[in-house]
């Protein structure tokens, strides 16, 4: 038999616990450690759409990369979002669990899943993180340089994004990448200073763009989900190779419904 807590010990060996920024809150947050779990659903979030997906695939758990709740709860109330979203797992049975900064940071993480999906190597650590060794972000080159537009389409095709945003700051070509998975606009001015020629990222703010600018670094918006929902397909391979290290099988299925949030209407 496997249980939560059998997931939740994959999950540990993958993005362990300790790497988490403090303001964060992963771990087990719907559900009981000695919950029996025969099928679990990957994905960037527990919204609606997921949990109906968890239930239509008869999944017992979602392991998701944010967090279904960060702040504590006083009150449920099922008539709001969140509440309902609470009722509706707990009538099915369905646990979820959450590995966020602490995916982010992980060797094989978020973070690193980006930097292959971009096409970038020799990738090493940019931000330094609270536990030691740990990074935010990351920093790598591409093979060749290459011209604004021409990596800026490179990010796009290799992600689940429409679109991306970008911010010219000079005629440089890009070699030296930084990026941070999310929203890392505030990281901006640290990826200058390492001399990166563009930097990948997500949620960036006109004044964010403006600062780039100043600073003479390229930037490419591809979005929060554009450079996290990669993670989902990944999770799911890396959970159902350490349950099977440990003799537990159990299906692990990876979210494929979702979309992001954002669309664009480009034509007049």
Not at 25 to 46: F, I, W, Y
Not at 54 to 66: E, K, Q, S, Y
Not at 114 to 142: N, T
Request: glycine share 8%.
């Amino acid at each position: 038999m496997v249980t939560c807590q059998h997931v939740m010990a994959a999950l540990e060996a993958i993005a362990p616990r300790r790497l988490a920024e403090e303001w964060d809150n992963p771990g087990l947050l719907v559900g009981s450690p000695r919950q029996e779990v025969q099928r679990v659903l990957t994905a960037l979030d527990a919204t609606d759409a997921v949990i109906e997906e968890a239930i239509d695939l008869g999944a017992d758990m979602i392991v998701a990369h944010h967090p279904v709740m960060f702040q504590a709860i006083k009150k449920v109330r099922t008539d709001l979002p969140l509440g309902h979203r609470l009722q509706v797992l707990l009538q099915h049975g369905i646990a979820v669990a959450a590995a966020h900064t602490n995916l982010d940071i992980a060797e094989g993480g978020v973070n690193d899943v980006l930097a292959a999906r971009i096409g970038l190597v020799h990738v090493r650590d940019f931000v330094p993180a609270g536990a030691e060794g740990a990074s935010l972000g990351r920093v790598g080159e591409l093979p060749e340089p290459m011209i604004l537009d021409a990596f800026a389409r490179q990010v796009r095709d290799g992600l689940p994004a429409e679109f991306v945003r970008v911010v010219e700051s000079g005629d440089h070509t890009v070699k030296r990448v930084a990026l941070c998975s999310g929203a890392g606009a505030d990281f901006i001015g640290k990826a200058a200073m390492i001399g990166a020629d563009a930097y990948v990222t997500g949620d960036v703010r006109y004044h964010d763009a403006q600062k780039a600018q100043e600073l003479g670094i390229h930037v490419i918006d591809a979005g929060h989900f554009g450079t996290e929902f990669p993670i989902a397909a990944v999770l799911a391979e890396r959970l159902t190779t350490e349950l099977q290290k440990a003799g537990r099988a159990v299906d692990v299925i990876a979210d494929t419904r979702s979309r992001d949030v954002f669309r664009v209407i480009a034509d007049r």
